[in-house]
Nanobody
Framework: QVQLVESGGGLVQPGGSLRLACAAS????????MAWYRQAPGKQRELVARINNSGGSTDYADSVKGRFTISRHNAKDTVYLQMNSLKPEDTAVYYC????????????WGQGTQVTVSS
Protein backbone atom coordinates (compact mmCIF):
# COMPACT_ATOMS: atom_id res chain seq x y z
CA GLN A 1 0.00 0.00 0.00
CA VAL A 2 1.38 3.36 -1.05
CA GLN A 3 1.47 6.04 1.61
CA LEU A 4 2.72 9.61 1.43
CA VAL A 5 2.58 11.26 4.83
CA GLU A 6 3.15 15.01 5.13
CA SER A 7 4.24 16.79 8.28
CA GLY A 8 5.50 20.20 9.36
CA GLY A 9 2.53 22.42 8.59
CA GLY A 10 1.15 24.95 11.02
CA LEU A 11 0.57 28.61 11.77
CA VAL A 12 3.38 31.07 11.08
CA GLN A 13 3.65 34.85 10.94
CA PRO A 14 4.38 36.65 7.66
CA GLY A 15 8.10 36.56 6.97
CA GLY A 16 8.53 33.34 8.89
CA SER A 17 9.67 29.90 7.78
CA LEU A 18 8.38 26.34 7.80
CA ARG A 19 9.84 23.07 6.61
CA LEU A 20 7.45 20.46 5.27
CA ALA A 21 8.42 16.81 5.03
CA CYS A 22 6.79 13.93 3.17
CA ALA A 23 7.68 10.36 4.07
CA ALA A 24 6.91 7.76 1.42
CA SER A 25 6.30 4.04 1.80
CA UNK A 26 5.09 1.31 -0.51
CA UNK A 27 6.93 2.69 -3.56
CA UNK A 28 10.47 2.62 -4.91
CA UNK A 29 10.99 6.19 -3.87
CA UNK A 30 14.25 6.67 -5.74
CA UNK A 31 12.66 6.22 -9.18
CA UNK A 32 9.85 8.75 -8.70
CA UNK A 33 9.72 12.44 -9.37
CA MET A 34 8.35 14.07 -6.23
CA ALA A 35 6.31 17.25 -6.10
CA TRP A 36 4.54 19.62 -3.75
CA TYR A 37 1.17 21.09 -4.70
CA ARG A 38 -1.07 23.43 -2.79
CA GLN A 39 -4.71 24.37 -2.77
CA ALA A 40 -6.08 27.53 -1.22
CA PRO A 41 -9.78 27.92 -0.39
CA GLY A 42 -11.82 28.54 -3.54
CA LYS A 43 -8.83 27.99 -5.83
CA GLN A 44 -7.56 25.16 -7.98
CA ARG A 45 -4.73 22.96 -6.83
CA GLU A 46 -1.43 24.25 -8.22
CA LEU A 47 2.08 22.89 -8.58
CA VAL A 48 4.49 24.54 -6.16
CA ALA A 49 7.72 22.65 -6.82
CA ARG A 50 9.00 19.35 -8.16
CA ILE A 51 12.26 17.44 -8.11
CA ASN A 52 13.38 14.59 -10.34
CA ASN A 53 14.32 11.16 -9.03
CA SER A 54 18.02 11.94 -8.58
CA GLY A 55 17.48 15.43 -7.19
CA GLY A 56 19.42 16.95 -10.08
CA SER A 57 16.49 18.86 -11.59
CA THR A 58 14.01 21.11 -9.88
CA ASP A 59 11.52 23.74 -10.86
CA TYR A 60 9.18 26.09 -9.03
CA ALA A 61 6.07 28.13 -9.49
CA ASP A 62 6.94 31.75 -10.21
CA SER A 63 5.17 32.81 -7.02
CA VAL A 64 7.61 30.88 -4.79
CA LYS A 65 10.91 31.16 -6.69
CA GLY A 66 13.69 32.39 -4.46
CA ARG A 67 11.68 31.66 -1.29
CA PHE A 68 10.99 27.91 -1.39
CA THR A 69 13.45 25.04 -1.85
CA ILE A 70 12.54 21.44 -2.61
CA SER A 71 14.99 18.65 -1.75
CA ARG A 72 14.97 14.92 -1.23
CA HIS A 73 16.81 12.26 0.71
CA ASN A 74 16.46 9.00 -1.18
CA ALA A 75 17.97 6.90 1.60
CA LYS A 76 15.19 8.14 3.90
CA ASP A 77 12.39 8.03 1.28
CA THR A 78 11.59 11.61 2.16
CA VAL A 79 11.06 14.85 0.25
CA TYR A 80 11.18 18.28 1.86
CA LEU A 81 9.92 21.76 1.13
CA GLN A 82 11.74 24.57 2.89
CA MET A 83 9.55 27.67 2.86
CA ASN A 84 11.07 31.02 3.77
CA SER A 85 9.74 34.59 3.71
CA LEU A 86 6.21 33.28 3.92
CA LYS A 87 3.35 35.49 2.82
CA PRO A 88 -0.37 35.37 3.65
CA GLU A 89 -1.02 34.26 0.06
CA ASP A 90 0.99 31.09 0.76
CA THR A 91 -1.83 29.94 3.03
CA ALA A 92 -3.13 26.64 1.66
CA VAL A 93 -3.26 22.91 2.15
CA TYR A 94 0.03 21.53 0.88
CA TYR A 95 0.07 18.10 -0.75
CA CYS A 96 2.95 15.78 -1.49
CA UNK A 97 2.77 13.83 -4.76
CA UNK A 98 4.73 11.09 -6.50
CA UNK A 99 4.77 10.75 -10.26
CA UNK A 100 6.44 8.33 -12.66
CA UNK A 101 7.83 11.00 -14.92
CA UNK A 102 8.87 14.60 -14.49
CA UNK A 103 6.13 16.11 -16.62
CA UNK A 104 3.23 13.73 -16.07
CA UNK A 105 0.41 13.99 -13.58
CA UNK A 106 0.89 12.56 -10.09
CA UNK A 107 0.20 8.89 -9.53
CA UNK A 108 -0.03 9.13 -5.74
CA TRP A 109 -1.06 11.86 -3.30
CA GLY A 110 -0.61 12.52 0.37
CA GLN A 111 -3.45 13.62 2.61
CA GLY A 112 -2.23 17.21 2.87
CA THR A 113 -0.99 19.49 5.63
CA GLN A 114 -2.36 22.94 6.43
CA VAL A 115 -0.07 25.96 6.24
CA THR A 116 -1.50 29.22 7.55
CA VAL A 117 0.43 32.48 7.29
CA SER A 118 -1.15 35.13 9.45
CA SER A 119 -0.28 37.72 12.06
Amino acid sequence: QVQLVESGGGLVQPGGSLRLACAASGIRFSIYTMAWYRQAPGKQRELVARINNSGGSTDYADSVKGRFTISRHNAKDTVYLQMNSLKPEDTAVYYCAAQFRYTTAPNYWGQGTQVTVSS
